[in-house]
């Protein structure tokens, strides 16, 4: 039998201007999560419903930045800070080279944008990417709703399209994702002396410009590429969507990796896989931590950093094996952060220092990798 | 925590009255750091003449010292109470400044006394122009390149350095005369030729008009821990203060690149300069080429950061007082959401505007243009989801008479012009320019106001078109209008109905506002935070309905009139509302109170003290009852309203304190009851008013009811006088009448402040006005117990006081004005409410009046046995103006107020507490050579006394021909003649106040009005402006002569003793 969905009292809210040409009809769409609750608001961006994992993510700036991150990918993103599009979009260079959010929630939206650098409004930059969007939605009211559940499947649906019943939701996480975003065949970028296998899950840019700023060279890998055979001086392990254990290809070759001494460096859904190739466990967090300003303390240390992250699984601190130790901690909620062998040069953190978008305090950790690189 | 040792004992330097620039947000942060270190178990001894703040109540410091902030008096409360560490960070730039200077001194260091947090070598870096310069570009951040210059060739090699366009700005400017953009070498040529007549020095900079204004607010650990706690942008581009601008949190224009870009060198910043606590650093933004350049760093609490502070929710001076203390920023709790701690940075969820509130009318001759010196007296902070919504909340909370963005009556005649030179009121030209067609490109190339602020203001307008022309106001629109902040007025206003009739319209549609959190994490985590504001952008409520609560009202913005004393009322009422029982809801929008504060009520509402705000949250809440009767006026006048509407007021009926509000109802009332008042007329036509005053003669008071520019009051000694005031009060008629009364002269004023229970007198407290009738009760120095009155005239005004208690049936407090003259009583003024002495008195007295006005307005009965009079010590109140920041003001006092701020002093007798209290307001005692300008020969023979005594004490005498002979002449008295300015022959006053030959100032006026073009006028605004200290009242002049003498002559010692210190008789 269909599942009923409750209509709230919701009613669309917000900007009646939003749209470039004011004559333009407005059309109206509906959030619909897979336990019937719906808002109500108004549809900007691609005017085409869809469906997806529903998230929050609590950044104020930086929306280009975030929506082409490749760890977003079918993912619909509602934003908390009400006001998005204020500076248009610009040329980027962002994340990927493509919008990933699978679909956005906003409270407002600015069509009428401001910043030397901008070509597009979001709106026509969403449109031409083919990314439904809403406005007009009470966000605070959603994410608390997300917050308290968890993150549920839902779907966006414009104007009078039918909506999907609930159990028809595709959840994101059985596919592999990764898969999705991942390049197909490997790319060499820059000419430095040591190099690095860089394996790209969904590898946000800004991580590429990063390591190449440090001088080396950057063999970027698909995500079940086998390097074992290879010579290189370092290996790096990328962010990406979804469920780790769904790489178990890539957890392999890792494994093997990890029985040499060669540095090896992970960031986010990396770091999850580095903690599984060295034998941890990882679990799916209620409703995960998207945001810019999460407090990460180093342990045994009097330092505490603010970081970005983007993730929903996480390395369970209990299973660390023993050759391993906790390095990051979440100030906030003390869900593990990094972890690092306690003899070789394996670490790994869950934040990303590459930020992008985010506060730049832990850039230096590209640092302590590529000099752990030129040692060997 | 490590790696420091814990202090025993902390000295806190407060900052003393408030002025333009420096106001009660320090009250905020020093009370902050008193509990964040008593919750330590560390003993706090804190020096501030501040009477009127939370900070200086007897539960917060452990000792509390009512005394100048000066390095002397700072140097002897140190020797007194050997304290092992200084909190310099929470009194604003005075208590730096002291501290700075009792290191300098060698005091710190022979006392062994260390200054907790920044270190003032971190400190002194920031303050110091060069210093600070060397030190960015040492880690390559930009500064604003600025070059002082004594000489032409100087000026044009800097120019190459700078290149044009460039910055002039005179080192010493009056009247913000020589500042200004220069585009090639022959103009600055010129302009320096013309500059350095008058200046020695004028700096020269680099020209940032246009670009971006953002600041940051850094908290950083001694272990390098640092974050930014919250950015904000100004709407007003560089060239405007960030204390006169708009502003807003977080920043709206900015992407990930520059944010980010910001955000890294502040930290880059504060790490180099060592600051552990709080930190703000201000940047100038190229819009068009992302180029930065830092422009100011303050390594202390500032205005901005308690904006920041109440804008994220973010404790920032607890925060900083932990840090100081050693502490490691995730050690501290995050007090907002009690599961988080400190070492985070807050994700906001709304936008947060500020807006300033001036006061330029009330002072007569002052400009209104406004620039890069801060003018503003106060400023509101209002919460929406939307930059619109915001923005008209912030319009309404600033309690100016706008309804809103839009909407408005302001009669501007030439906008563009006040759009194009700002002033107080470009804001609400901006939208007249727009109906006339203006375009936001148009208005951006003007204003330099990025085009994403001035698109919000276009969608207001369009939404105030779609109202006006609309057919129907159906569900949609109507939705839409509350969802960009209109309220129900402006609503009624563009569609000629009233407001009642839109919030029933509304109602029936279900239109309501929802009440939201603020919790710093956007709803990430769950929050126990009680900070709470309405919007109309949102579908869902946060909290629910509180049970036994009660509403406190509070203040509203600081303003000229309204201050920190209101603030004060209002967080005792709360408190005492609580030691009751009740759920307290405190009601503000002022960022700079403590009642704002996270840890004061049950629940906090950061919204409008308008009507249909109150009745929103009155309706969401369902309150036992309202309290009006603390934050001052504009509460008061909700009474009524509200009352009506049938919310529960508590205290004194609404319809009696109607009584008193109405000036012919109260009238009525004296003239029943038998008690006498200053003859009045309300008038509505200009030969009644003629009539009247030559009836009851001259002099007379005029109260306008409509003013087009200029101070409102004027009193008028004759016909003349008289009519040309009429013609400033821009339109006498039936709509706008004028009340003149009867000005009584050479009268004293006393006030009575008291509490009373169901129409009888519980407690009161007299206080006396050191200057004769005329001058603002707010304006005037005041003392208690009385000097001057006789027990009978004590007598009689008890007994008035008593007849008016009753007539009124009072319950709770009130404050009754009298003027006496030859033993005649007369009633000036009544407030049904707490008034701006009720902290004065408190503490005077030792009785908290307001803890007992909000027990008896509850139903306790608080009657009982009160000693208020006999005192073993004095208490005087002394004002603290900001003359030296409003160009062009006269510094005279007058029928209208215009001081920012007050201090009160205790001493063993009357001379010494005088004396101490116009030193904490920043009065400096002469050295050597006085100047003299009386008027009136009536005025010269009261202070000829004291001129001798002057002489006596070996101070070397000038003054004005006619003071001159009449001294000379009269008394004897050796004293020099200058030259008046308009007398054209030297040495005229002027060339020795620049040279510096007068270190001190007496000039009465001739008459209690302000005559700009007069010659008085310039030397006093000369003796303002070289900040030479000056008294302008003749009662003033002999006391402070007399005590002079006493301090001087009889050695009488101005004593260091703590509050507690002070006895009452029998103790």
């Known amino acids: ?376 | 925590m490590n790696k420091m040792k814990k202090p025993k004992k902390v000295l806190i330097l407060g900052s003393g009255g408030l002025r333009i620039g420096q106001a009660g947000e320090f009250d905020y942060s020093g009370s902050q750091a008193i509990k964040a270190l008593k919750e330590e178990g560390i003993y706090t001894v804190l020096v501030n003449p501040n009477i009127a703040t939370v900070q200086t109540n007897s539960d917060m410091a452990d000792r509390v010292y009512f005394l100048p902030l000066t390095k002397e008096f700072v140097e002897q409360v140190i020797v007194k109470e050997k304290p092992d560490a200084l909190f310099l960070s929470f009194g604003g730039q005075t208590a730096l400044n002291v501290g700075l200077e009792l290191e300098d001194a060698g005091v710190l260091k022979k006392h062994g006394v260390r200054v907790l947090g920044t270190s003032t070598d971190t400190i002194r870096t920031t303050e110091d122009r060069q210093l600070f310069a060397e030190a960015l570009k040492s880690i390559d951040v930009d500064v604003a390149e600025s070059y002082a210059v004594k000489t032409l060739d100087a000026g044009l090699r800097a120019a190459k350095k700078i290149g044009f366009p460039l910055m002039i700005r005179s080192a010493y400017s009056l009247g913000g005369k020589g500042s200004g953009k220069i585009s090639s070498e022959e103009e600055l040529a010129q302009r320096l030729n013309e500059a350095f007549t008058s200046v020695p020095q004028v700096l020269l900079e680099e020209y940032l008009g246009g670009w971006k204004e953002i600041e940051y607010e850094v908290v950083r650990d001694q272990f390098d821990n640092c974050v930014t706690v919250c950015n904000m942008e100004n709407f007003d581009p560089m060239g405007i203060h960030t204390g006169e601008s708009i502003v807003v949190a977080p920043s709206q224009t900015l992407n990930n690149h520059e944010y980010h870009l910001l955000r890294s060198i502040a930290q880059k910043t504060v790490r180099h300069l060592g600051v552990i606590g709080e930190c703000n650093i201000q940047y100038a933004l190229n819009p068009k080429t992302s180029e930065y350049r830092v422009i100011e760093i303050n390594a202390r609490l500032s205005r901005s950061s308690a904006l920041a502070s109440k804008a994220t929710g973010y404790p920032l001076a607890w925060v900083a007082a932990k840090l100081a203390l050693g502490y490691a920023l995730f050690e501290v709790q995050n007090m907002v959401t009690q599961t988080t701690q400190a070492c985070f940075e807050p994700a906001l969820d709304y936008v947060a505007v500020k807006m300033p509130r001036w006061d330029l009318t009330k002072f007569k001759a002052a400009n209104r243009r406004i620039g890069s010196e801060m003018k503003s007296v106060g400023e509101v902070m209002a919460i929406g989801r939307t930059f619109r919504e915001a923005i008209q909340k912030a319009v309404r909370m600033l309690h100016i008479g706008a309804e809103g963005v839009v909407c408005n009556d302001f009669d501007i005649a030439d906008p563009l012009d006040e759009i194009v030179h700002p002033t107080d009121r470009r804001l609400f030209a901006i939208p007249v320019v727009m109906h006339a067609g203006v375009t936001v490109k148009e208005l951006h190339n003007m204003t330099g106001i990025d085009p994403w602020f001035l698109h919000q203001l276009k969608e207001i307008v369009d939404v105030q078109n779609m109202m006006k022309y609309a057919k129907r106001l159906d569900t949609e629109l109507m939705r839409t209008a509350k969802a960009y902040g209109f309220s129900d007025r402006q609503i009624a206003k563009l569609r000629k109905t009233d407001e009642a009739k839109i919030r029933a319209a509304r109602k029936k549609f279900g239109i309501l506002p929802v009440v939201k959190q603020i919790d710093t994490l956007a709803g990430e985590f769950p929050a126990r935070t009680n900070y709470l504001y309405m919007t109309y952008n949102g579908s869902e409520h946060d909290v629910e309905r509180d049970d036994h609560s009660l509403l406190v009202l509070g203040s509203g913005p600081y303003r000229i009139g309204s201050s920190v004393e209101f603030d004060w009322c209002c967080v005792q009422a709360v408190q005492s509302a609580h030691a009751k029982g009740y759920r307290t809801i405190m009601l503000n929008c002022n960022p700079e109170t403590v009642s704002t504060d996270f840890d004061i009520c049950d629940r906090l509402y950061f919204e409008e003290l308008t009507l249909e705000r109150v009745l929103d949250i009155e309706e969401f809440e369902h309150p036992e009852g309202v309290v009006v009767s603390m934050g001052g006026q504009i509460p008061n006048n909700l009474a009524l309203p509200l009352h009506e509407l049938g919310v529960p007021i508590v205290g004194t009926s609404p319809k009696d304190i109607d009584r008193a509000e109405d000036r012919r109802k109260f009238s009525k009332l004296l003239d029943r009851i038998g008690v006498e008042q200053p003859k009045w007329r309300e008038l509505t036509t200009v030969t009644a008013a003629r009539k009247f005053a030559s009836t009851v003669g001259y002099p007379v008071l005029i109260r306008p009811s409509y003013v087009l520019s200029g101070a409102a009051m004027n009193i008028a000694y004759s016909p003349e006088a008289l009519d040309q005031y009429l013609q400033q009060a821009a339109d006498v008629s039936q709509k706008h009448p004028v009340v003149i009364s009867k000005f009584i002269e050479n009268a004293r004023e006393i006030e009575v402040d008291g509490v009373a229970q169901n129409g009888e007198l519980v407690i009161y407290a007299f206080t006396e006005h050191v200057e004769n009738a005329g001058v603002h009760s707010g304006d005037a120095t005041s003392v208690m117990p009385p000097q001057k009155s006789y027990l009978e005239t004590i007598r009689r005004i008890k007994k008035i006081t008593r007849a008016v208690v009753a007539e009124l049936h009072i319950t709770g407090p009130f404050n009754i004005q009298f003027l006496a003259k030859k033993n005649q009583l007369r009633v000036i003024e009544l407030n049904l409410r707490a008034s701006r002495s009720f902290p004065f008195v408190s503490k005077a007295a030792k009785y908290n009046f307001i803890d007992l006005a909000t027990r008896t307005m509850l139903g306790d009965d608080i009657r009982g046995e009160y000693n208020t009079v006999d005192l073993d010590y004095v208490v005087v109140k002394a004002p603290q103006f900001s003359y030296s920041r409003i160009k062009g003001a006269d510094p005279v006092l007058y029928v209208e107020m215009s001081s920012t701020g007050e201090v009160a002093c205790f001493g063993e007798q009357y001379h010494e507490a005088f004396l101490k209290s116009l030193l904490a307001a920043e009065l400096v005692l002469p050295k050597k050579n006085i100047f003299l300008s009386i008027g009136r020969d009536e005025n010269k023979a009261k202070l000829a006394r004291s001129v001798e005594k002057l002489h006596k004490m070996g101070y070397r005498l000038y003054g004005t021909e006619n003071t001159v002979k009449f001294l000379r002449k009269e008394y004897g008295v050796p004293i020099t003649q200058l030259h008046k300015i308009s007398e054209k022959k030297s040495p005229t006053i002027l060339d020795y106040i620049e040279k510096r030959k007068i270190d001190f100032m007496i000039i009465i006026p001739r008459t209690l009005n302000r005559q700009t073009v007069s010659d008085g006028y310039h030397i006093r605004r000369a003796a303002i402006d070289h900040n030479i200290p000056l008294i302008s009242n003749v009662q003033l002049a002999q006391t402070f002569v007399d005590a002079l003498y006493t301090l001087q002559v009889y050695k009488q010692p101005l004593q260091i003793k703590a509050w507690d210190e002070y006895k009452k008789n029998g103790e």
């Open chain 1, 1 to 376: 039998m269909a599942e009923k969905y409750i209509r709230t009292r919701s009613v669309p809210i917000g900007g009646i201007f939003c749209k470039m040409n004011p004559m333009e009809q407005r059309i109206s769409a509906k959030i619909i999560l897979a336990d019937g609750t719906t808002f109500t608001g108004w549809s900007f961006g691609a005017p085409q419903s869809t469906d997806g994992e529903v998230v929050f993510a609590t950044g104020m700036t930086g929306y280009p930045e975030a929506f082409t991150d490749p760890s977003f990918r079918g993912q619909i993103l509602v934003m908390t800070y009400p006001l998005v599009g204020n500076y248009g979009v610009s040329d980027g260079p962002f994340e990927s080279d493509r919008v990933q959010i699978q679909g956005l929630i906003v409270q407002e939206y600015s069509a009428e944008y401001s910043h030397q650098e901008a070509v597009y409004s979001l709106s026509q930059w969403l449109t031409r990417e083919g990314v439904p969007a809403v406005y007009g939605v009470d966000t605070r009211a959603l994410t608390k709703k997300l917050r308290e559940h968890g993150v549920m499947l839902g779907q966006i649906v414009i104007g009078s399209d039918t909506p999907k019943e609930a159990h028809a939701l595709e959840d994101p996480n059985i596919r592999n994702l990764v898969d999705e975003v991942s390049i197909v065949e490997p790319v060499l970028i820059g000419s430095g002396r040591k190099k690095i296998i860089a394996v790209d899950c969904g590898m946000k840019e800004n991580i590429i410009r990063c390591l190449q700023k440090r001088g080396v060279t950057i063999k970027r890998v698909p995500w079940n590429y086998n390097y074992l055979h290879e010579e290189w001086d370092g290996l790096f392990l990328s962010n990406g969507p979804g469920d780790p254990m769904m790489l178990q290809e890539t957890i392999g070759y890792l494994r093997e990796a990890m029985k040499g001494k060669k540095p090896i460096f992970g960031i986010c859904l990396g770091s999850q896989l580095m903690g599984l190739a060295a034998g941890a466990q990882t679990y799916k967090l209620k409703y995960g931590h998207r945001s810019q300003n999460q407090p990460c303390r180093e342990v045994g240390t009097q330092r505490c950093y603010l970081t970005t992250q983007n993730h929903g699984f996480a390395v369970d601190e209990k299973t660390i094996p023993k050759d391993w130790k906790l390095w990051f901690v979440n100030a906030n909620d003390g869900t593990t952060e990094g972890i690092r062998h306690t003899k070789k040069p394996f670490f790994s953190v869950q934040f990303h220092p590459e930020s992008t978008p985010g506060p730049e305090d832990t850039e230096f950790l590209f640092d302590y990798f590529i000099d752990k690189v030129n040692r060997i």
